[in-house]
């Protein structure tokens, strides 16, 4: 029976000498990653978590990171994607993941991930103002206007957003609307030329 148990103790501890190894060996490693950030040393960033890579979320988060700063934004959505599917309901990798695709010129993409995340979280600013953009530049006015409004509805005073809906309104024929909206973004910013140009094309 005490020969039963030594085995098993000693099993236990053959496998949990690499995970207790590896924890310090990853929190080294960021660290280390974390110094050559500081120093803008992209590559010397890169190294430590490449020589411990195991494809965890926080590996996976930090490389997308580093890489895009490093402006290798192919890698950087890479592992970023990696990150997205290893946490689906986690925000942090998805607004990661915009970064790239934004240097990569990938709009479709873009909003598709900006769509992901207002499916978690409908009323989250950042995604429902950079969506209406999109549209907006489209010239898809209607569906601009809808993301602004959920931007302006819990931002009331907020200028990027007041202008934005105001310009989405005035190009689907809500004049009134826009008047206001204009009207409101010169409180805001007083003298605003694009306000202004706003309300003389109201006349």
């Given at each position: 029976?005490?020969?039963?148990?030594?085995?098993?103790?000693?099993?236990?501890?053959?496998?949990?000498?690499?995970?207790?190894?590896?924890?310090?060996?990853?929190?080294?490693?960021?660290?280390?990653?974390?110094?050559?950030?500081?120093?803008?040393?992209?590559?010397?960033?890169?190294?430590?978590?490449?020589?411990?890579?195991?494809?965890?979320?926080?590996?996976?988060?930090?490389?997308?990171?580093?890489?895009?700063?490093?402006?290798?934004?192919?890698?950087?959505?890479?592992?970023?994607?990696?990150?997205?599917?290893?946490?689906?309901?986690?925000?942090?990798?998805?607004?990661?993941?915009?970064?790239?695709?934004?240097?990569?010129?990938?709009?479709?993409?873009?909003?598709?991930?900006?769509?992901?995340i207002?499916?978690?979280?409908?009323?989250?600013?950042?995604?429902?103002?950079?969506?209406?953009?999109?549209?907006?530049?489209?010239?898809?006015y209607?569906?601009?206007?809808?993301?602004f409004?959920?931007?302006?509805?819990?931002?009331?005073?907020?200028?990027?957003?007041?202008?934005?809906?105001?310009?989405?309104?005035?190009?689907?024929?809500?004049?009134?609307?826009?008047?206001?909206?204009?009207?409101?973004?010169?409180?805001?910013?007083?003298?605003?030329a694009?306000?202004?140009?706003?309300?003389?094309?109201?006349?």
């Amino acid at each position: 029976m005490d020969l039963v148990k030594l085995t098993f103790a000693t099993a236990a501890l053959v496998y949990a000498t690499p995970a207790a190894a590896q924890a310090p060996d990853q929190a080294a490693a960021f660290a280390t990653s974390y110094t050559a950030e500081a120093k803008a040393d992209y590559a010397d960033a890169i190294a430590p978590i490449k020589a411990i890579y195991t494809g965890t979320y926080e590996q996976n988060l930090r490389l997308g990171w580093l890489y895009f700063l490093a402006k290798n934004y192919t890698a950087a959505a890479a592992h970023y994607q990696k990150a997205v599917e290893q946490r689906p309901y986690a925000l942090e990798p998805k607004f990661g993941l915009i970064k790239p695709l934004n240097a990569l010129g990938q709009i479709e993409q873009m909003l598709s991930t900006y769509e992901s995340i207002l499916k978690i979280d409908p009323q989250n600013t950042q995604a429902n103002y950079w969506t209406g953009v999109i549209y907006l530049n489209r010239k898809t006015y209607t569906q601009a206007a809808h993301y602004f409004e959920r931007v302006v509805n819990l931002y009331p005073f907020d200028y990027d957003s007041t202008l934005s809906l105001a310009w989405s309104y005035l190009n689907i024929g809500k004049k009134a609307e826009a008047r206001a909206l204009y009207t409101k973004a010169l409180l805001i910013r007083p003298g605003d030329a694009a306000a202004t140009a706003g309300l003389k094309r109201l006349q």
